[in-house]
T-cell receptor, first 116, second 112 residues
Framework: DTGVSQDPRHKITKRGQNVTFRCDPI?????LYWYRQTLGQGPEFLTY????????KSRLLSDRFSAERPKGSFSTLEIQRTEQGDSAMYLC??????????????FGPGTRLTVL | QQQVKQSPQSLIVQKGGISIINCAYE??????FPWYQQFPGKGPALLIA???DVSEKKEGRFTISFNKSAKQFSLHIMDSQPGDSATYFC???????????WGAGTKLIIKP
């Protein structure tokens, strides 16, 4: 399977714990995005990378959130001191920026986080 | 100004009918308008997308109609099938900034 993969698919944690999610983009895709989707809503942009550089962060990304893409391939999203309001689906997407000005973002299956 | 407003919230259509979902935007700098389909437990998948230099784009049973002056665009699903039952999202972005701004979604149910 050459699509975007995310791990884990589901995570249940207690309030105050730290969690880390991983995203593996489509091979050779240089842009990687993180979105958050709550039940019954459209995804909300969190941050994106071009190669290893984090180009933009949403104001939704509080100081408890951090994302990395150390070698320009996979990315991790960490949430420290989780709160119940962090419960959501965390989606990762990737695209090949450069060949076209109008990219398609390919999405992974998401990581469903439940904070108890 | 960054919002994309989507309607209806839910839609029930008979098999074989036409499903129509509408979106409106404010930011005139948006120049890429995709529609995504999402099944429960899955990530969104691109269905069809349009740029504002054309008023209509058709791919199979799916058509986007775009009205630049009204700042509106819509998705038409012809000959709707039960397998089309899913949540549909419209989105918009600016060429130089690929952050997608999403509508709230439309839950479509096709009755056999």
């Amino acid at each position: 399977d050459t699509g975007v993969s995310q791990d884990p698919r589901h995570k249940i944690t207690k309030r105050g714990q730290n969690v880390t999610f991983r995203c593996d983009p489509i091979s050779e895709h240089n842009r990687l995005y993180w979105y958050r989707q709550t039940l019954g809503q459209g995804p909300e942009f969190l941050t994106y990378f071009q190669n290893e550089a984090q180009l933009e962060k949403s104001r939704l990304l509080s100081d408890r959130f951090s994302a990395e893409r150390p070698k320009g391939s996979f990315s991790t999203l960490e949430i420290q001191r989780t709160e119940q309001g962090d419960s959501a689906m965390y989606l990762c997407a990737s695209t090949a920026y450069g060949d076209s000005s109008y990219n398609e973002q390919f999405f992974g299956p998401g990581t469903r986080l439940t904070v108890l | 100004q960054q919002q994309v407003k989507q309607s209806p919230q839910s839609l029930i259509v008979q098999k074989g009918g036409i499903s129509i979902i509408n979106c409106a935007y404010e930011n005139t700098a948006f120049d890429y308008f995709p529609w995504y389909q999402q099944f429960p437990g899955k990530g969104p998948a691109l269905l069809i997308a349009i740029r504002p230099d054309v008023s209509e784009k058709k791919e199979g049973r799916f058509t986007i109609s775009f009205n630049k002056s009204a700042k509106q665009f819509s998705l038409h699903i012809m000959d709707s099938q039960p397998g089309d039952s899913a949540t549909y999202f419209c989105a918009a972005s600016i060429e130089s900034n690929y952050q997608l701004i999403w509508g709230a979604g439309t839950k479509l149910i096709i009755k056999p």
